[in-house]
């Protein structure tokens, strides 16, 4: 069955998040991520015309969706039909650096490291860090803090500041009942903007994240 350039972007969006999440996707975390610009009635249409096709399938009445081997495999020869010369290896790289900055930085901070190419991808690592026993009063908080993260609404706040490159700023962000810390800076990667940010609830070792964000300021300037 063919698959139009419509659902064929869909898709893609629905394996890259099933890839980096590993859970079933549905209409209304895409439509909460902005990672596309349907209405949620669109995605559910598209994504039951995905599952008509073969592409992704429920894997028990009423879940969200997980992608199948056609799918995967569809979504493998769709990228692999891509020119080489549309492909940017030069921001490749830097999400990569971001990626393994962020997976360093995250076994150390006290709160999740979140990082991004602005304008592009974004890498979080360390919501383990939010289930400490000392932190079992704060479930709740650590719950809206974890969706803050999923949902990409802490990357378009943080995109939407003016910053210098290698300043440290620092917001308390009020979201519903709950106020979140954030630490952040903005860095230059081979003339690539990247934003690291250590993110978690008002009762954070701040001493800490400041000095781990300083050595990394400080590490590319060497």
């Known amino acids: 069955m063919a698959v139009d350039s419509k659902l064929l972007a869909l898709l893609d969006v629905v394996i890259d998040s099933y890839i980096f999440k590993g859970e079933p996707v549905g209409s209304k975390f895409l439509h909460a991520s902005g990672d596309t610009q349907f209405a949620p009635s669109t995605l559910r249409k598209y994504l039951n015309q995905l599952e008509k096709s073969g592409m992704v399938y429920q894997p028990y009445n009423s879940s969200w969706r997980i992608p199948t081997v056609q799918g995967l495999s569809q979504y493998i020869e769709w990228y692999l039909a891509v020119k080489e010369e549309e492909t940017d290896a030069g921001v490749t790289d830097v999400r990569k650096w971001v990626k393994y900055l962020v997976e360093t930085i995250g076994n150390l901070a006290d709160g999740v490291v979140v990082g991004f190419v602005r304008n592009d991808q ?42 210098k490159r290698d300043q440290i700023y620092y917001t308390f962000i009020e979201d519903k009942d709950t106020v979140i810390s954030c630490l952040y800076t903005k860095l230059a990667v081979e003339d690539y903007d990247c934003v690291v940010s250590i993110i978690g609830p008002t009762r954070v070792d701040y001493k800490k994240n400041v000095k781990i964000l300083r050595k990394l300021v400080h590490s590319l300037h060497k």
């Open 122 to 163: 974004y890498y979080y690592l360390g919501i383990n860090n939010l289930l400490r026993d000392d932190m079992v009063d704060e479930y709740h908080a650590t719950k809206n803090i974890i969706r803050f993260i999923e949902e990409k609404r802490l990357v378009r706040f943080i995109d939407s500041k003016i910053m």
